[in-house]
């Protein structure tokens, strides 16, 4: 197992491990982070609170879930402590994506949709639908029940439609792109 050995090393303080670590699973939850924050200049803390405490807690780290789950868990709790204290969100840095999340205009379109969703149902259909998380690993990242994480899921992309429809003209898709977005919609809907 590839993380195994990874954490090993880290843990042994191995360096180059600990860089290797942080520059493998920084670009997705940077992606993560500003998703929910709405805020590059945030995700940006979060991340660093994130990667602090997952060095402090890689010695408890069981292997029960993948490392990149395990730490997008991190970065959730994290999100989660920044909402107690003063907040300030801002959508329009949404703009401000390192180069691998770089996004287009209708790709910022669609961020600053996402992040006006309400809270739960965002994160759900981030990692689900932008970060590829299965079901099972949604639920574990949210501390939910699967079934939660299909109706979040489905509540998020009925309210995207919505809020699109008026930014967005829908050209007729063909058959193939039907195909393709059943399975992408039965894939999180209930």
Known sequence: MRDKGLVERVLQGDRRAAGRLVEEHYPPIYRFLTFLTGSSEEARELCQATFVSA???????????????????????????????????????????????????DG???????????????????LREIDELSVAETAEVLGIAEGTVKSRCHLAKKSLRRRLASTWTWSEPTQEVNHATQETVSACDP
């Open 108 to 126: 910022i379109v669609l961020a600053q949709a996402v992040a006006s969703l309400p809270d739960g149902i965002r994160e759900a259909f981030v």
């Open 55 to 105: 060095r402090q807690n890689l010695a408890g780290f069981r292997f029960e879930s993948g490392l990149g789950v395990w730490i997008k868990r991190i970065a959730y709790n994290e999100f989660l402590k920044s909402k107690r204290g003063p907040k300030v969100q801002s959508l329009h840095d949404l703009d401000d994506l390192p180069a691998d999340g770089a996004l287009s205009a």
